[in-house]
Every structure is written in structure tokens, then in C-alpha cells.
């Protein structure tokens, strides 16, 4: 019976595999949609297969209540299932029914989770298990401290091991991957649990024995005088031209490349080797900067990226004012100072005369660091003092003018 769409409307009943399956044990071909109405259950055991042959199972939006229910061994297969549930601070919730258990102290929102059974492949042939998943919050998505347990089928270990199964991430939709290991697993429930996420994107299970082209033994972090230092080890390394080093702030959601690393030459080591980066050009409005590593191979290909590190900046302990950057300067320069706490702030410059020239800040700010631009515009060459006045506290430095 072809179909552009099927809807499937219960209200209280439970479908079994038997109902289900046709005697090819599938949907019509033709098929693109199974809408599952509010209240029901989908269930599929005794070994049945629902083969939707592509078409998505959609068991509603948020406020729904549909479920699946796949038992001793009946599953749907071959086509994604999504379901969008609200979830605050959920404990072990598995939305839907669709086999992935989140936990967080977080009010993640809406979460949209997506089933899919495609094999995901890193850009260095090594392959997944059948199964992945898709997790979108509508609100936080940073800092979750999350745990998640994945739960999968032994028909859809793709010829993975099932002992040697971790979790993997992507946070561009399974075109680089990061290997994020495991906590614990269940060989005979088929579950494996990873807890300390920080945020959800796609997840899948790989194999432990397949190594990616990089083997990172450590990754660091830590606030120095110079400004962040981030320090790296890796066991082994295979067609490695080197590391872009990211930054973000926590809730945005692009990363900015701020260096490259060039990796052991001439790109395959099996000795240890450390890299140490330094972020001397630190934003200061931010109370903590994320960190990432993105490999990338011989042939320019970005073929992972690991997972990111937060590190909490430190709060300023005094009055500072840095000497600006560029200087001399002949368009702009930025002035960056720090405040212990909130203050009446007034930074201004002056002529070497003493006469105030152009204000920048007059307004009272929160403890912490902050930065302004000046600008060359209406400034005659020459050497000229920016103060910073906080009540009876003053910082001063000499910037030029070379035009």
C-alpha cells in the first residue's frame, strides 16, 4: 500500500512486532514518515525487526508522551527515530524510549534526541558501530557535568569489539571526531556509560584497537603571568603535520582558531612528545575560557578534534593596568586593566602637559577584567598618558602616536 505518509494513531494500546512488520518484515518503500501519536507505544520484541527502509519514527514534540519499547531483542532499524522532550535536570531520563540515559543537574530545555543507524567513519577509515545519536538542548549546552549511557544492539556492532567499545563525539555532525572513552560498560545489558560531559552534539561507539592518526596522553591547562599555557603529550603519532589550538567562551558556539603547532616531523613518531602553546591574548571580559586541539594530517585534512578544557580565569587580587598593545600605535591600540573590585572607573588621556585629552570610561564596573579600544583619530603624533583612576587608586602608562 504505497504511501506518501504514515501515521499511526493509538491512544492506549501497545503494538507488538507480529502487527508491525509486513511479510518483508518493513514499511512501504515509498514511505518518508511514521507519525506516533501522543500516549502510545511502540513495541517491538521477540527479535522483530521494524525495518523502516529510511523513514524517520517521529514520536513527537515536546509535551509529548509516545514511547518505544524495544524488548528481548526487537528493535527498529534502518532509518532515524527522533523524539523532543523538555528536560530539567533530568536523572537517567532515556526520552522516548530511544536507548540513550542523560543526567545532569542542568535545565537543558527542549531536547531534540535523533536516532540514526548510518556507520559514522573518522577521516582515517576507522569506522562505528550502527548506531549514533543527535542531542540538542534549547537552552544550556555548556558546563553540564553530564552523564549519558548509550545503549545498542549486538546487531549493530558493525564488527567492533564489543569489549573495546568508548564514546565518541563530534560537534560538527560526524565530520571530525574526538575519542571521549567510557566510565563503565555492560556487555550483556549493551550499554556503555561516560559521565564529566560538558555539552551534547553527536555521539557514537568505536573501537578502542583502532587508534585515531594521534595518541593524546594529556591535555592542560593552567593560568600563568604570560596568560594561558596549554601543555600536551601524545604516545604516538601518524601523518601529523600538527595542532590547531581553538578557543570559545563558554555558551558560544564557534570556536576561533588563535595558533598552530606544527607536529614531530616528518609526521609519524612512536616516542612521546610534548607541545606547550601559550595564550598571551586573553579577552578579558571572560571568567573562564574552553580550549580545543584539532589535528591535522599531511594532506591538510582536519581529522580530529579533542575534547575541549575549560580553565576558570583568575580573579584579579589588585589595580592593573597593562601597557597597551600595539604601542606606538598609528589607528588603534587596546588598553586592558584589571579591578579586584567593583569601582567608580574613570580611565582618561592625557597630554604630557596634564590636560585631559579624551575620555574613555567614566562609569562604575564589576570586578574583573576589561578592555577599551583608543584610537589615533584627532591625536597628534607624539607620547601621551592614559591614566586609570579608581577613588584614590591611579594607574598610569605612556602610549605613542606614530603615524
Known amino acids: ?22 511479510a518483508a518484515g518493513a514499511i512501504p518503500a515509498s514511505a518518508q514518515q511514521v507519525l506516533v501519536q501522543n500516549g502510545a ?26 514511547t518505544l519499547s524495544e524488548q528481548s531483542g526487537g528493535r527498529v532499524d534502518n532509518g532515524p527515530l527522533t523524539a523532543t522532550r523538555a528536560l530539567n535536570n533530568p536523572s537517567s531520563s532515556d526520552p522516548a524510549g ?10 537543558l530545555g527542549d531536547v531534540t534526541v535523533t536516532r540514526g543507524h548510518a556507520v559514522q567513519t573518522a577521516p582515517n577509515g576507522n569506522a562505528s558501530i550502527r548506531r549514533y545519536y543527535d542531542l540538542s538542548p534549547s537552552q544550556t549546552n ?10 545498542y544492539a549486538d546487531a ?11 564514546f565518541f563525539k563530534s560537534t560538527d555532525g560526524g565530520s571530525t571526531w574526538s575519542e571521549e572513552g567510557l566510565d563503565s560498560q555492560d556487555t550483556s545489558g549493551n550499554t556503555v556509560t561516560l559521565g564529566g560531559i560538558e555539552s551534547l552534539s553527536r555521539w557514537t561507539l ?41 578557543r570559545t567562551t563558554p555558551g558560544a558556539r564557534t570556536w576561533d582558531q588563535i595558533g598552530f603547532l606544527e607536529g614531530q616531523g616528518p609526521g ?18 571572560a571568567d573562564s575560557l574552553r580550549y580545543r586541539l584539532t ?9 580530529e578534534a579533542f575534547a575541549p578544557l575549560s580553565i576558570a580565569l583568575r580573579a584579579p587580587d589588585q589595580l592593573t593596568l597593562h601597557d597597551s598593545a600595539p604601542n606606538p600605535f598609528s589607528h588603534r591600540t587596546t588598553l586592558r586593566y584589571e579591578l579586584p573590585q567593583a569601582r567608580s572607573v574613570r580611565l582618561a588621556v592625557y597630554d604630557l602637559l596634564g590636560r585631559r585629552v579624551k575620555t574613555l570610561v567614566a562609569e562604575r564596573q564589576r570586578a574583573g577584567r576589561h578592555q577599551v579600544r583608543l584610537y589615533a583619530q584627532r591625536l597628534a603624533s607624539g607620547t601621551y598618558l592614559v591614566r586609570l583612576s579608581t577613588g584614590r587608586h591611579t594607574r598610569t602608562v605612556r602610549v605613542t602616536v606614530s603615524r
Open 295 to 303: 589535528q591535522v594530517d599531511l594532506g591538510g585534512t582536519q581529522s
Open 206 to 246: 568505536g573501537s578502542e584497537s583502532s587508534p585515531l592518526p594521534v595518541d593524546l596522553i594529556a591535555f592542560e591547562g593552567a593560568v600563568t603571568d604570560q596568560g594561558v599555557t596549554l601543555t600536551w603529550r601524545t604516545a604516538t603519532e601518524t601523518d601529523n603535520a600538527g595542532f590547531e589550538v581553538e
Open 268 to 285: 609519524t613518531t612512536h616516542a612521546t612528545t610534548a607541545y606547550t602553546f601559550t595564550d598571551d591574548q586573553i579577552p578579558y571580559e
Open 1 to 22: 500500500m504505497p504511501m506518501s505518509r504514515t501515521r499511526f494513531s493509538f491512544t492506549s494500546i501497545c503494538l507488538v512486532a507480529a502487527l508491525l512488520l509486513s
Open 98 to 107: 530511544l536507548g540513550i540515559a542523560i543526567t545532569t543537574s542542568a535545565d
Open 142 to 151: 555548556s558546563g553540564l557535568d553530564a552523564e549519558l549511557t548509550f545503549s
Open 41 to 66: 507505544t511502540v513495541e517491538v520484541s521477540n527479535d522483530g525487526v521494524w525495518d523502516l527502509q529510511g523513514a524517520t519514527m517521529d514520536l513527537g514534540p515536546a509535551g509529548a508522551t509516545a
Open 156 to 166: 549493530e556492532l558493525n564488527g567492533r569489539t564489543e569489549s573495546e567499545l568508548e
